[in-house]
């Protein structure tokens, strides 16, 4: 993982040599059943989850793309959020403070009418960041409802989240060594604002062919100023004002089957963007450089089993086809 490699405004993960330089990711990252890379590069902000509201992290080494498309090729990263015993009504406040203006604050309610379970939660966080020209500002909120059955569960998930970022830049060994705490002065008005919105429904069965399905729709609207180094101490900025919408939906069924595990299902997407991109010099937007606006549409179908043919050998094979189909424009 790397946090400040001067390829990226975001942390960005290095895989089995994968690695896409910061425009874009081949580790695939899922939460609670729904992909939450951007729609147009797959890239993903693994500063936006705080690990309070993580029950577990499975992660699949090596490529996943029979299960799980073209954005795997590195590995599969789930994660499941905190989920509390049933009847189990609770709120909790929790508040700290630290070093660097750091603060931070969230609340939580969960509580039971009849079989469905009511879950509330909301956040913000703020520090100065060791570093000048480090300011960071986040905050979120989500709402969960589950219903609970003999046999199945319904669950609906609504989440809305803000970050409000300053980049310090990259610095060389030299100035560090004199200095670690100062910014890159070529970096002093990046800044990224985004606003992200996610809601999913899911459904899930319990027997001997487990079901499970998942609608969702993701809205994300940002501004980002980001400067990018041509050569040492010299860079170009450009701000990038950028509105992505995505849904899709995920089906699968899961069977026992001649002394092994048969996993077979779909999922389709479709995702648009609209992008505007405008000169900038010493912090001030010149005017229009350049526009974007696309559209994606995919649909794909797998199958993968897998079979414990001795004691200390199993074998495992999957299929997949995606049919992709894109529509771009650019001035």
Request: with cysteine; aromatic share 8%.
């Amino acid at each position: 993982m790397m946090f400040d490699s001067g390829a990226s405004g975001i942390p960005m993960v290095t895989s089995r040599g994968f690695f896409g330089g910061g425009e874009v990711e081949y580790m695939k990252l899922i939460v609670d059943g729904v992909p939450v890379g951007d729609a147009e590069s797959g890239n993903v902000d693994w500063r936006s989850f705080r690990i309070a509201d993580v029950e577990r992290i499975e992660v699949m080494h090596g490529p996943g793309s029979s299960l799980y498309g073209d954005t795997a090729l590195g590995g599969v990263v789930q994660v499941f959020t905190r989920q509390s015993a049933k009847d189990d009504a609770r709120g909790e406040l929790y508040a700290n403070g630290g070093s660097f203006s750091t603060h931070e604050a969230a609340a939580s309610y969960i509580a039971d009418i009849g079989k469905t379970r009511i879950d509330l939660r909301a956040g913000s966080a703020d520090t100065g960041g060791f570093r000048d020209h480090a300011e960071t500002s986040d905050g979120d909120a989500e709402l969960s409802l589950i219903r609970f059955g003999d046999h199945s569960r319904w669950r609906f998930d609504a989440s809305s989240y803000r970050k409000d970022r300053r980049d310090p830049g990259p610095l060389t060994l030299a100035e560090i060594s004199a200095d670690r705490q100062q910014s890159n002065s070529l970096f002093r008005f990046d800044r990224d604002l985004t606003d992200r919105n996610r809601v999913s429904a899911t459904y899930e069965s319990f027997g001997p062919t487990p079901l499970h399905a998942t609608v969702y729709g993701i809205v994300r609207s940002g501004q980002n100023l980001r400067t990018l180094l041509l050569a040492p101490g010299f860079g170009t900025s450009a701000l990038r004002d950028l509105t992505t919408r995505a849904g899709g939906a995920t089906f699968e069924a899961l069977r026992e089957i001649a002394g092994g595990t048969l996993r077979a299902g779909a999922d389709l997407e479709h995702a648009t963007l609209s992008g505007r991109y405008s000169s900038v010099a010493s912090g001030q937007t010149l005017g229009l450089a350049a526009s974007e606006d696309g559209r994606r549409d995919r649909i794909g179908l797998f199958m993968t089993g897998g079979w414990n043919i001795c004691a200390r050998c199993r074998l495992s094979a999957g299929l997949r086809r995606d049919d992709i189909r894109d529509d771009f424009s650019g001035a």
